[in-house]
């Protein structure tokens, strides 16, 4: 049965990089038929793809245009898992962050209240 | 980038047919846009119904059902029940990424 467990901190303060790690099980980060997300739901409501990471033979990143210049997520095959970066943080990346597997989308973590606040 | 288009709102009696629908800026939605459904309801998660355009979950009632109409793809609820009130988000795959639509807000009235 896949789970995705994540980690991180629930406050960040602006300008600073909030990071996120989502540790998989029973599945693997490499598997070649996955892709593994990012996703986030702002206060307002709406869901916002940020980015994923997957591998087909070697490894490839896609991210949203609104976030491509801040983004990084980065698998880590010895820990089975993949992290999120997100640099020079402001109060609009506010939000519920959330990682997800994309073969079905039924995979999700927990979800991460992320308040960017002084 | 790709900008996915849903109906903002719409309103469907208890028994009745409403179909939702997801554009894409980019032109006709094809099979190759992986065409995606979520719920969403008050205070939970979001939830996968369909995924790959027609493809329903083990908890997606029989009543739901994903195609791709017009151009667009679409979701389809047949006799809906009052516990499909709730947001609804089409997600798309589009020219390097995942893109979801604004969402639906169901009432069923």
């Known amino acids: 049965q896949v789970q995705l467990q994540q980690s991180g901190p629930g406050l960040v303060k602006p300008s600073q990089t909030l990071s996120l790690t989502c540790t998989i099980s029973g599945d693997s980060v490499s598997s070649t038929g996955a892709g593994w997300n990012w996703i986030r739901q702002s206060p307002s409501g709406g869901l916002e793809w940020l980015g994923r990471?997957?591998?087909?033979?070697?490894?490839?990143?896609e991210y949203a245009l609104s976030v491509q210049s801040r983004i990084t997520i980065t698998p880590d095959t010895s820990k089975n898992q993949f992290s999120l970066q997100l640099n020079s943080v402001t109060p609009d990346d506010t939000a519920v962050y959330y990682c997800l597997r994309d073969i079905d989308w039924e995979h999700w973590g927990q979800g991460t209240q992320v308040t960017v606040a002084s | 980038q790709t900008v996915v288009t849903q109906e903002p709102s719409l309103t469907v009696s208890p028994g009745g047919t409403v179909t939702l629908t997801c554009a894409s800026s980019t032109g006709a939605v094809t099979s190759g846009y992986h065409s995606s459904w979520f719920q969403q309801k008050p205070g939970q998660a979001p939830r996968a119904l369909i995924y790959d355009t027609n493809n329903k979950h083990s908890w997606t009632p029989a009543r739901f059902s994903g195609s791709l109409l017009g151009g667009k793809a679409a979701l389809t609820l047949s006799g809906v029940h009052p516990e499909d009130e709730a947001d609804y988000y089409c997600?798309?795959?589009?020219?390097?990424?995942?893109?979801f639509g604004g969402g639906t807000k169901l009432t069923v009235l």
């Open positions: 990471t997957f591998y087909r033979s070697r490894w490839y990143n």
């Open positions: 997600l798309l795959y589009s020219a390097g990424g995942w893109v």
